[in-house]
């Protein structure tokens, strides 16, 4: 088959120059690669990567990294990934720009000098205000609700980690040999309200088939967007991994889940993000994928970390989520 120079673009699958406006070949039917399908990104201090997985036809997740210099010329950097709920009207574009208003809030916040665990907490509600701005600037699907997302977000700056979130993205901590690794966040869904109410052990909570429906999120039919936030200063050597669902879905502990992050993450954090993706895949990829991962070294300062107690209301009728 002769294709004419600049005649559209061709079917990955066969060939065909018949996509139409939503990405499917029209003679095979097959979906072509989106930019968003997977994504990477590296900087000093900070990485990124996210895919689409084997299961969805679109990537949902959303995630950026930066970084930047405090005022008196110290470095910072941030990574925030958001997770879309797919109950919702475009769920993609609530990830991505939650991940955007966040990054782009931060930036501005640490370059001035501002306290990060305030800034975190601004950020995310910047970020809330956008995404429910999301639903008066297009159509809003039939059945599904307004867009919306999850979101996590760390700081890394002045031998501190500063991490926020609403939903179910996570943050976990996992030093150089591992012992002591820890889940830094509490999830805002009905497994982890069941655990905290002590109705359920967690295993028996994730089980059950209610598990991942989330009680806090971003969007306009949020019942209240409430911010949680925690700081701490590594004790030690190590990483900070912020995640979708997509991956630790596959390894609900910190421990099981870092059995499997490389032991040279810290020095070599792209290549960690990437095979964590990868084996996210292998098993399923059951889910959109998104993984940022912070090296950390101890601060001479540093002061033994203490888990930020939270204050998790009761879970009322009505106010969950499917994602």
Same mark, same amino acid.
């Given at each position: 088959?002769v294709i004419?120079p600049?005649s559209?673009?061709?079917?990955?699958g066969?060939g065909e120059?018949?996509?139409?406006?939503d990405?499917?070949?029209?003679?095979?039917?097959r979906?072509?690669?989106?930019?968003?399908d997977?994504?990477?990104?590296?900087l000093a201090?900070?990485t990124?990567?996210?895919?689409?997985g084997?299961?969805h036809?679109?990537n949902?997740d959303a995630?950026?990294?930066?970084a930047t210099?405090?005022?008196g010329?110290?470095?910072a950097?941030?990574a925030?990934?958001?997770?879309?709920?797919?109950s919702a009207?475009?769920?993609?574009?609530?990830?991505?720009?939650a =991940?955007d208003?966040?990054?782009?809030? @931060?930036? *501005?916040?640490l &370059?001035s000098? #501002? $306290?990060?665990?305030?800034a975190?907490?601004?950020a995310?509600?910047?970020a809330a205000?956008?995404?429910?701005d999301?639903?008066?600037?297009g159509p809003l699907?039939?059945?599904?609700n307004?867009?919306a997302?999850?979101?996590?977000?760390?700081?890394?700056?002045?031998?501190?980690?500063?991490?926020?979130?609403v939903g179910?993205?996570?943050a976990?901590?996992?030093?150089?040999?591992?012992a002591?690794?820890?889940r830094?966040t509490?999830?805002d869904?009905?497994? =982890?309200?069941?655990?905290e109410?002590g @109705?359920? *052990?967690e295993? &028996?909570?994730? #089980? $059950?088939?209610?598990a991942?429906a989330?009680?806090?999120?971003l969007?306009a039919?949020a019942v209240e967007?409430?911010?949680?936030?925690t700081?701490?200063a590594?004790?030690?050597?190590?990483v900070v991994?912020?995640?979708?669902?997509g991956?630790w879905?596959y390894w609900?502990?910190a421990a099981?889940?870092g059995?499997?992050?490389p032991a040279?993450?810290r020095?070599?954090?792209?290549?960690?993000?990437q095979?964590?993706v990868r084996?996210a895949?292998?098993?399923?990829?059951?889910d959109?994928?998104?993984v940022?991962?912070?090296?950390?070294l101890?601060s001479?300062?540093?002061?033994?970390?203490?888990p930020?107690?939270?204050s998790?209301?009761v879970?009322?009728?009505?106010?969950?989520?499917e994602?």
């Amino acid at each position: 088959m002769v294709i004419a120079p600049g005649s559209g673009p061709v079917c990955v699958g066969c060939g065909e120059q018949r996509i139409d406006a939503d990405g499917y070949c029209e003679a095979c039917g097959r979906a072509q690669p989106r930019p968003r399908d997977h994504q990477e990104r590296a900087l000093a201090g900070v990485t990124g990567v996210s895919d689409r997985g084997h299961r969805h036809h679109r990537n949902e997740d959303a995630f950026a990294v930066a970084a930047t210099s405090r005022p008196g010329g110290s470095p910072a950097v941030v990574a925030v990934v958001c997770d879309g709920v797919s109950s919702a009207t475009r769920p993609d574009e609530a990830s991505q720009a939650a =991940a955007d208003t966040a990054s782009e809030y @931060l930036l *501005e916040s640490l &370059e001035s000098g #501002a $306290d990060p665990k305030s800034a975190m907490h601004a950020a995310i509600m910047a970020a809330a205000q956008r995404v429910e701005d999301l639903a008066s600037e297009g159509p809003l699907e039939p059945s599904r609700n307004s867009p919306a997302c999850t979101i996590v977000g760390a700081i890394a700056a002045d031998g501190e980690v500063t991490v926020g979130w609403v939903g179910d993205s996570r943050a976990y901590w996992f030093p150089d040999e591992r012992a002591g690794s820890e889940r830094l966040t509490v999830d805002d869904s009905w497994a =982890a309200r069941m655990v905290e109410a002590g @109705l359920m *052990e967690e295993a &028996e909570a994730y #089980a $059950d088939a209610r598990a991942h429906a989330i009680t806090g999120w971003l969007g306009a039919d949020a019942v209240e967007v409430e911010p949680h936030t925690t700081v701490f200063a590594p004790p030690a050597a190590g990483v900070v991994l912020i995640c979708t669902d997509g991956l630790w879905n596959y390894w609900e502990s910190a421990a099981d889940l870092g059995a499997v992050v490389p032991a040279d993450a810290r020095t070599r954090p792209l290549e960690a993000a990437q095979e964590l993706v990868r084996f996210a895949c292998e098993r399923g990829g059951h889910d959109n994928i998104t993984v940022a991962v912070l090296p950390c070294l101890p601060s001479p300062l540093s002061a033994p970390y203490t888990p930020t107690e939270l204050s998790l209301p009761v879970m009322g009728a009505g106010e969950k989520r499917e994602i």
